[in-house]
Nanobody
């Protein structure tokens, strides 16, 4: 059974940066499309970014394009989310998610398409 553990969250000032990590265990990530989601208080969980199992095809929510970068290191069984130029509206709990992908280029920002989830890491952007 695939297990995901996020880390790297914290408190950062507006304009600052954070790098989130998602470490997998139990299975190798090479067959999985990976995604990052976030949930602000009182809001629905929304897709932030996704990366395909092969070819490193990426997908971003409009709100983070140009500021966030998703990457993966299959040798380390880890996925990353580099977040730059952070804004207060980026505040929330960030979740890593995985879905077994038959198509090598498949990405998705839709929550229901994912089968495995981490416990989340808090990101707070505030001065």
């Amino acid at each position: 059974q695939l297990q995901l553990v996020e880390s790297g969250g914290g408190l950062v000032q507006p304009g600052g940066s954070l790098r989130l990590s998602c470490a997998a265990s139990g299975e190798t990530l090479e067959h999985y499309t990976m995604g990052w989601f976030r949930q602000a208080p009182g809001e629905e969980r929304e897709g932030v970014s996704s990366i395909s199992r092969s070819y490193d095809i990426t997908n971003y929510a409009d709100s983070v394009k140009g500021r966030f970068t998703i990457s993966r290191d299959n040798a380390k069984n880890t996925v990353y989310l580099q977040m730059n130029s952070l804004k207060p509206e980026d505040t929330g709990i960030y979740y890593c998610a995985a879905t077994y992908a038959r198509a090598r280029e498949y990405t998705s920002l839709t929550r229901i398409n994912y089968d495995f989830w981490g416990q989340g890491t808090q990101v707070t952007v505030s001065s």
